[in-house]
């Protein structure tokens, strides 16, 4: 949680190119969407409240959080990232 800011930031700088989607391996709906209005997450947070045995998390062989991935214009992923803090040199090598 504590790389929202950043991601807001990004979030912000991209928006016309780039698109943040987060995936909560949370077992709580309730509990992400006070999350979200708590944290002023803007981008859309897929959770089904099933952990990581959701379907999302399964196909992306999610092991923990954070885990953050940089997509292709492809759709497929770019970069597969340990923090936040590395998406803006993986994003805009993914954007040319």
């Known amino acids: 949680m504590e790389e929202v800011p950043l991601l807001r930031q990004l979030q912000a700088r991209y928006a016309k190119t780039a698109v943040i989607i987060g995936i909560s391996v949370d077992v709580s709906v309730e509990r992400v969407d ?11 947070i897929l959770a089904d409240g099933k952990g990581f045995e959701g379907p999302i998390p399964l196909a992306y062989h999610i092991q923990g959080t954070p885990e953050v991935f940089v997509l292709g214009r492809d759709g497929k992923i770019f970069a597969r990232l340990g923090s936040a803090t590395e998406i803006e040199a993986s994003l805009t090598q993914a954007l040319r």
């Open 34 to 44: 006070r999350t979200i209005k708590e944290k002023r997450i803007t981008w859309p």
